[in-house]
C-alpha cells in the first residue's frame, strides 16, 4: 500500500469501529435493561427497539449510496454520523420504551456503510482493495468481541443510557476523523451519475455478490440463536461465553491474514471466495454433530472455522462489488449490496425464530448450511470479478 492507502484504509477502518462498537455494546444488555424503561415490559416494543435499526438501515442504504456519488463521499458520510448522533442522544434521553424506539429509528437513519465503502474503493487501487476491506471487517469483529467483554462492566457504572451517551460521542469522533484524517475525495462528476441504480440492478454478477450478502449475515443471525444454548450445554455460561468467542475471532483473523491477501497475490481469489463459503458450510454441519454431546473445545474450534469463512467474506464481497461497479455507480451500488445485507439480518432473526420453534437447532444448522450451498452453486459461475 501507498501511504495515502494506509492513511485511507485506517481513518475508515476507525470510522467503522467508533461507530460498530457503540453500536455493539448495547446489543449484549439491552434486552436485560429494557424492563427499567415504561413500555419495557412489551416484547413488541423491546423486539421493535431492537430491530427498528436494521429496517431504516435497509431502507435508507441505497439513498445514501446513491447520494455520495452526486453529492460526494465525505458530505454524506457526515450527514450519516450527525443523524446517528442525534439518535443515539434520544436514546440516551429517552423517558420510555416509544422515545427508545425513536431513537433508534435514528441512530439507523445514518445509513453511511455504502458511501464510506465506496470511498474507500475510490481512494485505494484494485490490487490492494480487499486488503483495505479487510482492515474494516477485521476492525468490525474486532469491536464484536471487545463489545462481548465491555458491555456487562459498563452496564453497572452508566446504565443503558450512559451506554446509548458513549455511542454518540464515538460517533462524534468519526466525524472528526472524517474531517481532518481522511485524505481528500476524487472530484464527483455529476454529469456521469445519471441511470447508476437501474445499471446496478441489471447487473447478474453483481446481483450474485448482493444474494451472497443477503445469505451470509441471515445465516450469521440464525446461528446465533443456537450456539450460545450449545456453549451452555458444553459447560459455559452466558457471561463467561466471550472467553471462547474472543479467542475464535482472533484466531481467524491471523490465519486469515496470513492466508488470503498471499493467495490473492498468486492469482487464487476465486478459490478463498469460494472455499470460505465451504468452511461456513462445515462449521454448520459440525455444529450439528456436536447437539447431542457438546464438546466446548469442538464448539470453540468450529466457530474458529466459522470466522475464517466470514470474515474472509466480509473482506471480499465489498472488493468484489466495488470492481465489479464503475466508479460513477459504486454508491449506488455498494448501497443496494447494503440493503441486502440489512435486509439479510432481519431475515436471518425471523427465519432462525421460525426455525428453530419448528424444528429446533437441528433446523437451523441444517437450513443454513443448505442456504450456504446455494449461495455457492449462484456463485461458482462468476468469472469476470475473478479476473480482475
Known amino acids: 500500500m501507498t501511504p495515502t492507502e494506509r492513511r485511507t ?10 461507530r460498530m462498537l457503540g453500536l455493539f455494546l448495547v446489543l449484549p444488555v439491552f434486552v436485560l435493561q429494557a424492563h427499567t424503561y415504561p413500555g419495557g415490559d412489551d416484547p413488541f416494543l423491546v423486539g421493535l427497539a431492537m430491530g427498528i435499526y436494521g429496517l431504516t438501515q435497509a431502507l435508507l442504504q441505497v439513498p445514501f449510496g446513491m447520494a455520495s456519488d452526486r453529492l460526494g463521499r465525505k458530505p454524506v458520510i457526515q450527514a450519516g454520523l450527525a443523524l446517528f448522533v442525534v439518535g443515539s442522544l434520544i436514546a440516551a434521553w429517552a423517558p420510555s420504551m416509544v422515545w427508545l424506539v425513536i431513537g433508534r429509528a435514528l441512530q439507523g437513519s445514518g445509513a453511511i456503510s455504502a458511501a ?11 490490487e490492494v482493495r480487499t486488503k483495505s476491506m479487510a482492515l474494516v471487517g477485521i476492525s468490525i469483529a474486532l469491536m464484536f468481541a471487545l ?3 465491555l458491555a456487562p462492566l459498563l452496564v453497572p457504572l452508566i446504565g443503558l443510557a450512559g451506554l446509548f451517551a458513549l455511542t454518540a460521542v464515538l460517533a462524534a469522533i468519526g466525524m472528526a476523523v472524517v474531517a481532518w484524517v481522511v485524505p481528500p475525495e476524487p472530484p464527483v462528476q ?13 447487473d447478474v454478477e453483481l446481483l450474485r455478490v448482493d444474494l451472497g450478502v443477503f445469505v451470509l449475515h441471515a445465516v450469521q443471525i440464525a446461528m446465533w440463536m443456537s450456539v450460545p444454548a450449545l456453549l451452555q450445554e458444553a459447560g459455559l455460561a452466558s457471561a463467561e461465553q466471550w472467553k471462547v468467542y474472543l479467542p475464535a475471532v482472533l484466531a481467524s483473523l491471523l490465519i486469515m491474514g496470513g492466508l488470503l491477501f498471499r493467495l ?15 468452511l461456513i458450510v462445515l462449521a454448520q454441519l459440525g455444529f450439528w454433530l456436536n447437539l447431542q454431546t457438546p464438546s466446548l473445545w469442538a464448539v470453540g474450534a468450529l466457530l474458529c472455522v466459522y470466522f475464517i469463512g466470514f470474515n474472509t467474506q466480509e473482506a471480499s464481497q465489498p472488493s468484489l462489488v466495488s470492481r465489479l461497479a464503475e466508479p460513477r455507480q459504486r454508491g449506488a451500488a455498494l448501497g443496494v449490496y447494503n440493503t441486502l445485507m440489512s435486509l439479510g439480518i432481519f431475515a436471518g432473526g425471523s427465519l432462525g425464530g421460525l426455525v428453530i420453534k419448528t ?30
Do not use: C
Request: glycine share 10%; aromatic share 12%.
Open 359 to 388: 424444528w429446533g437447532s437441528t433446523g437451523i444448522f441444517f437450513v443454513s448450511a443448505g442456504l450456504m450451498l446455494l449461495w455457492m452453486a449462484l456463485a461458482w459461475p462468476m468469472k469476470s470479478a475473478f479476473r480482475r
Open 147 to 149: 463489545s462481548l467483554v
Open 116 to 126: 464510506v465503502t465506496a470511498l474507500l474503493a475510490d481512494l485505494t487501487r484494485d
Open 264 to 278: 490473492e497475490r498468486m492469482g487464487y481469489f476465486k478459490q478463498v471466495y469460494l472455499g470460505s463459503i465451504a
Open 9 to 18: 484504509s485506517g481513518a475508515l477502518a476507525s470510522i467503522y469501529a467508533l
Open 190 to 202: 455529476h454529469a456521469q451519475n445519471r441511470g447508476g441504480l437501474r445499471e446496478v440492478l441489471a
